[in-house]
């Protein structure tokens, strides 16, 4: 007995022991394989690129700052609201979309100048977490160590390793939903199973809390999966009504306990829910059914090849291509799952239309949509291409398991298949998929023809041995694998002459092959396994190094420099300010959420959870606004006043010589002009290489003026009209403050002037030679000269070179509405030349083009005057303004800097007033004469309610969760 009782625990131990070492393995493979990666790419810590690309260098990191102050400062405020959001904004969007991440906690554990190995860590255990969720999935559920264990972290590498996870390594906000999923997976079949209910409702809210648009995507395939996990149970005994309800008895309670899962956060995602409809729900995005197909289906293939991703045509413009690659024997096994599997017929079923509708999701835009929320993606596109990945390697996994023999048909088949999908891509072009190997190998081949000839003959020649030795009871197919052993050596010398053979279609097409080979024999041979997982492993980590090779990386130590220069000018505003509220303008950026990364109150943020009202106030005023991000680019003494600009950085220009010296210094480039500034801003600090500039004469953000100014409506590419009707409205004098004055002479090189339909176009003449544009003016005031730049010239940038007086012209590239730009002040009797040029463009649409004078002097005396009815801000957080007016003049309307919000509430002397939306952007309240205190607070719509509803749904789980342990108690009593 104590023997049995002995080889029981040693048993158990050992099993134990191997799961461990399975899960260990799962765990570091992926991780291995993204090191030996890095290392090639140059990337921190092998080198100096590090792992911030795309939206990650330019939107998140940012963030990551953010997050790491609100937390250490205890300033909490900015976990509903802050002013480092363009000119402020909601947060709870951004915290359920970026920031709730247990893996966030390195960004505020490390100081802001080592975000470098915060991003590594970040990034590089998540692959590790992912690969270990899988793996677990697959022991926990599918019996993985009763089959080969082996198996488990090569289907754990292909998951976490697969197309979409290494493509959109720049936005690794999506990562956490990707460990989720396996473990959602678990729970939901053991719901389905009709175990206890708690750890779904758990692991399910814990996902919609750590990231919801993922989420929300996980639950749509929730519903898919349990129709497929619960299919079999159409097949009990009895008829129809029986069967129908043993399906959906299951199906009930994961609908019900989804519903307690999502509803207890629902604190979060109701407010998040409400903000949505004013960023992304403000965009015009119908949701209409067509039969149309958004993309060629058998494109789809290239996507199935070794490395079909790049940062020319993959991510940026859709729709493009989903990123489902899953390595070979993934993808291999995915397709014997409907032959192989010991699955339920009823499952196979499901399966097949599951995978179906993912199709129809990624060729029908309306399908699309609905996985994306209800609109189409600003870039990366089928965001939901990993889930089908999941699924493929999961249906994988069932197939590979069971070792079964693949046949000789079966073989034929997907040999042809194979060939067809290599032929298929290969006679179409794709910016991913090189037509040729990389010149080094050719060379290389080149160079060592007898080493290459000895290795070729050497590994057919084996083959051929092995063929011989192992199909001895198979003539046939023994003389045929013999023969194509031998003919495939001086096929491959020839192919590697010519640079195909490891061209990434035909790498693919071996794995398939070798794969298919491995399949139909299944040796029993390690050395052979070995070989299987060896091509494995280098497959996925060939394809994570393609993928991520061709984006543009931010340097590790630049950034290190950034944070440290950003952060010096950030302290020394916070220190030197003693007027209140305020705000911060720059000529240069290293990205539009600098205002997030150092903390400071800035006018520019990138943000999948802009405001649109926002965007589309900084657009009217001339200004930068469009794709999720705004940018104080075209500052006027008006908007400057409006916004409570108060302090201005500029950086000094720098040499070649300067860039050589400091290596790791980041040297930024202009994205503005602004000739005026030294006209009302005056330098307040400067060091080596930026000076702050502070205008004591801005608006605060709530100043007394009227009704007319409160329901002003704007015109659409009518920056001057609209701020002139600003000032008039404000100053009751109609006057042009803003003023076109025509442009005297226009000099054409190689360009010809048309009118076609309206639009003023100018055509190069010669298109093998550059063709210029040059507007030449002479100031005949002391004031401001804009230059109007049509929203049509957007089209060229990039494509166009653009010059005041033989010096680079500083502008923003990216806008959505006709532009001001500030060309000259204080310049009288002194000729400008603004010169165009472009070699590349055949064609410049220049319609509506002008040159505008501003007069300042005019302009100067409207701002005092709203001065004199300035609030005075005496505290200020990012959720609470308090301060005092004294109105002295007909002034009836508190306007303010802030954008509109339903969470905002104002008390005038302690009592509640009712708030509007001036100017389709902007929040606004009545005022009456004299003086008045004010206090403005903010809370997110719907915060209550969602907490509430929050309240409600855990106290139920809570309480059944109590009945349960009591019906436990009295079972076992009884």
Known sequence: ?????????????????????????????????????WYFMDTFPFGRNTLMAVDFGQQYIGLYGFLKATVLTGDWSGLFYSFSKSIGGAMIGIWGFNLISPFNLFYILFPLTQFKWAV??????????????????????????????WLVPLMATAYALSGMIVSYQMNPIFYDAMIMLPLVIISLEELIDGRKPFKYIIVLALTMLLHFYMGYMICLFVALYTCYYAAPKLAEIGDWKIKITAFFKPVLRVICYSILAITSVFFLLYPIFLNLLRSKGAYDSPLTFSFALQINPFDILSKLMIGGFDNESSWSAGPNLPNVYVGALALVGFFLYFVQAKAHKYSKVVAAFISLLFFVSIVNEFANKIWHMGQNPAGFFYRFSWILSFFMVLLAYQALRERKYLGWKG???????????????????????????????????????????LLVFVFFAGLAVYAWKRLDQYKEARLCAIAASLLAIPVSLYLLNKGLLLTQVCLTLLTWLFVLIYLALRPKSKLVWSLLALVTVLELGYNAYLSQVTLGYADAYKFTDV??????????????????????GSSFLYSK???????????????????KSTINLFNSMGDVGGNAATFYANGTALTDALYSVRYYIDRKDYSATDIEKHPNWQFFNRNATRSDLKEYYKPIYENKRFIIYENPDVLSPAFG???????????????????????????????????????????LINMQEVNENGHRIFKRIDKKQAGTIRITFTPQTDDTYYFQAPYSLRKSMGNVSIMLNNQWYHYSQSYDQVQLWNLTSKTPNQEMVLQLQTSQDDQLDLTNMALVRANQTAIKKVIDDRLKQDMTVTKWTNTLIKGHVQITDKSNVMMTSIPYNPGWTVKVDDKKVKTDEAWGSLLSFPITSGKHRIEMSFMPQGFVVGIAVSVISIALTILLKWQDSRSEKRSSIS
């Open 1 to 37: 007995m104590r023997h049995s009782r002995k080889q029981e625990n040693q048993r158990s131990s050992f099993k134990k022991a191997g799961k461990f070492k399975v899960l260990l393995a799962s765990t570091l493979l992926p991780m291995l394989i993204m090191l030996v990666v």
């Open 120 to 149: 590594f860590l970040t990034i590089w255990l998540r692959y590790g977490a992912m690969g270990l969720s899988f793996a677990y999935l697959l022991i926990k559920r599918y019996k993985a160590l009763s089959y080969n264990p």
């Open 411 to 453: 073989l034929i088949v997907g040999i042809i298949l194979s060939f067809a999908s290599a032929y298929y891509v290969i006679s179409h072009d794709y910016t991913y998929i090189a037509k040729k190997q990389p010149k080094i190998v050719t060379d290389f081949v080149i160079s060592h023809e007898a080493f290459i000839l």
């Open 563 to 584: 944070t440290k220069s950003m952060k010096e000018l950030s302290d020394v505003i916070k220190k030197k300010n003693k007027a209140g509220f305020y705000r911060v």
């Open 593 to 611: 959420n600098d205002p997030f990364l150092v903390s400071y109150p800035g006018l520019s943020t990138f943000s999948s959870n802009m405001e």
């Open 705 to 747: 003026t009227n009704t007319l100014t409160h329901n002003i409506k704007f015109g659409i590419n009518n920056p001057v009209s609209n701020q002139n009707i600003i000032l008039s409205s404000m100053s009751g004098k109609k006057q042009k403050y803003f003023e076109y004055i025509g442009i005297p002479k226009i000099e």
